[in-house]
Nanobody, 114 residues
Framework: VQLQASGGGSVQPGGSLRLSCAAS????????MGWYRRPPGKQRELVAV?????LTNYGDSVKGRFAVSRDWNTLTLQMNNLKPEDTGIYYC???????????WGQGTQVTVSS
């Protein structure tokens, strides 16, 4: 599976951005799809994960502000009320019980600054 992320950019605090991640290839094998982010100088952290079946899980710092949706081959992350601490590189990923590795997108930069 190949993952292509898009939609990053710069926004002021309180603003919104939408990220998309388009999957191609063996889409039917995908189990979980989600987003992680890496803030500057910090470790990677979970943003949201959408399982093939089951409940969506959000990182504590984005609950109530971010919403993720998934259709057949696209994962969309709507980010509202953005804060400076949301700044970082956002990576989409997909996994499958049929694969030995997790597939990652190329990362997209989100900057929240006044």
């Amino acid at each position: 599976v190949q993952l292509q992320a898009s939609g990053g950019g710069s926004v002021q605090p309180g603003g919104s951005l939408r990220l998309s991640c388009a999957a191609s290839g063996r889409i039917g094998d995908i189990n979980n799809m989600g987003w992680y982010r890496r803030p500057p100088g910090k470790q990677r952290e979970l943003v949201a994960v959408v399982p093939r079946s089951g409940l969506t899980n959000y990182g504590d710092s984005v609950k109530g502000r971010f919403a993720v949706s998934r259709d057949w081959n696209t994962l969309t992350l709507q980010m509202n009320n953005l804060k400076p601490e949301d700044t970082g590189i956002y990576y989409c990923y997909a996994d499958s019980p049929h694969w030995q590795v997790i597939n990652w997108g190329q990362g997209t930069q989100v900057t929240v600054s006044s």
